[in-house]
């Protein structure tokens, strides 16, 4: 509290109650290197910004004023903490690993550090999610350092012109701090060029954490060891989700872990609401009433994360509702058998290390309009309660260059949270016989097809691609597809047995002529328009569903074509 009065009169001179370089130079004048030249901005005291000047004026360079910054202060009294000027863009990252497999893997990479140097930069390649950030953390704890966390987004050139780098190696060791340094997109250039002064400087051990490919360790002053981050294991995670839950890992809880592969603390609240909800009408809770009311809740995750992306289908079509030549109906039973199989087949029995081929699997339907793809879309969902999304390819190819591989990642990321299927309307607008190639739109083109079979290979679910024209399909994409349905125009018999499906128990009906219905030339989705629009005619009468019903539809549902219901179709029509 008396340093101020003490400066005063030590300098005889009321007017100066600070310190001042003449005074520091009279206290220390045995002290070697006891210069002006100590208190140049170059030198370590105020490059390191130890101390700052102010109030410094002209001729008067003996006279300027030093202040104490607060994180410098806070140091010698034995409390560091980061300076202002840095808090604003990092924090401290309160995160460790969760799953044993992510806290052994976090030791390893301590140990990585440790014997690579204190200064090693480790690239964690891998987006930079909560996991992957507690890794990171965990392997800075393991070296007794607490970690920081900086989004690449927040560095600016503002930043950098404001001491960042120096701030940072200054209170890094006074916190004896590591830094993780985050990106979601590849770094641009200013970017680029600070993760390779960090690197340079030798700033600690530097954790980076981010999908880039090799553009940083191409440009980089020292060694980048570069690590990818495993999937996480199906068993660990319901492990992890019963102890929250205080129960065992059941088959029906470690199936749930394997089919939402959601973030962690996702699942973990979704088990906790799951719980709380279950227990309002029995407590405490059975697993089996958690997991039902967990279900929905993760499936409105996965919707949510689609959205924008794709279009969740309402799924109210069966394999024993939908009419189909038997051949077909066998084409999907062997699509059951492989998805359900997949994980047996391929992992427990060898053949994904046996040259298995891509897991992913892709389904071509083609036919005409009406004739069952998205039914078949849908009874497929049904059979393996698989969610189904619709993906509007119009939607997602895009003129402009490069555009069409970030939608399409952006949809295959958030589908790749669970097995869903994803059906792709109207295949042919990216799938149409190759472009030659003329200029470089072209070459693009091609390389959206090319990246997005990639995709679907890699995919879990089951990609349903549809189209009107199977011709227009090239064939050497064709050739990639696991199963090739192709939906005819349905027999006589065949739309008999949809025109009596199309009629529900409770609806009322009166004198229908099946046969007479039968050879009327419909789709099945043309007859279940004309059997709705012919009900809602009969309702507003408040009458039962005749034939002059479906006359009248009949020709609404020609009108929309603009055609004309042939005569013949209609000859002797029942009233």
Known sequence: PDIANLCALAQGDPATPYPTTLLALAIFADLEGASQAAFAPSAPLRYWQLIKVEGTQPGSR???????PDAVLSFLVGQPVLDDAL??????????????????????????????????TLHLAAEPSRRALGVAAGAAAALGLLPFHLPLARLTPETERDGFFRLWQRDRLALRGALLLSFEEPPGEFQLSAICRLIGEGTGPLFLIGAAGQAIAERAPGAVIRMSLPKTDPH????????????????????????????LPTLESCATVARTKAEETEAPASQTAILDEMLPLLRDQVREAMSGLADPVP???TLDNLILPEAARAVLGQIIARQRNRARVMEEWGFAEAGGGAQGMSVLFAGPSGTGKTMAA??????????????????????YIGETEKRLAALFDAADMTDAILLFDEA????????????????????????????IEAFRGIAVLTTNLANAIDDAFARRFAFSLHFEFPSLDERQRIWRGAFPAAAPAAGLDWDRLARLTLTGGQ?????INAA????????AISMGHIARALESEYAKQRRRVPPAELADWPA
């Not at 190639?437 to 990246?451: C, M, P, Q, R, T």
């Not at 007859?527 to 059997?531: C, D, N, Q, Y």
């Open 87 to 120: 808090a604003d863009i990092i924090r401290p990252l309160d995160l460790a690993p969760q799953l044993p497999a992510d806290g052994a893997l976090a030791h390893r990479l301590a140990r990585t550090v440790h014997a690579s140097g204190m200064d090693a």
């Open 536 to 543: 809602m005619l009969a309702s507003e009468e408040e009458t």
């Open 428 to 455: 042919d607008v990216l799938f149409g016989r190759r472009t030659e190639v003329k200029d470089s739109h072209d070459h693009y083109a091609n390389l959206e097809v090319g990246y997005l079979l990639q995709r």
């Open 315 to 317: 799924v109210r079509m």
């Open 378 to 399: 849908e009874a497929l969902a049904h059979a393996l309660s698989l969610d189904l999304f619709r993906v509007d390819l119009s939607r997602i190819v895009d003129k």
């Open 62 to 68: 003996l006279q300027q004023r030093f202040v104490m």
């Open 236 to 263: 660990e995670v319901a492990d992890h989700l019963a102890a929250k839950l205080g129960q065992d890992a059941t088959p029906a809880l470690r199936d749930i872990a394997a089919r939402f592969r959601l973030p």
């Open 527 to 531: 007859i279940r328009v004309v059997s």
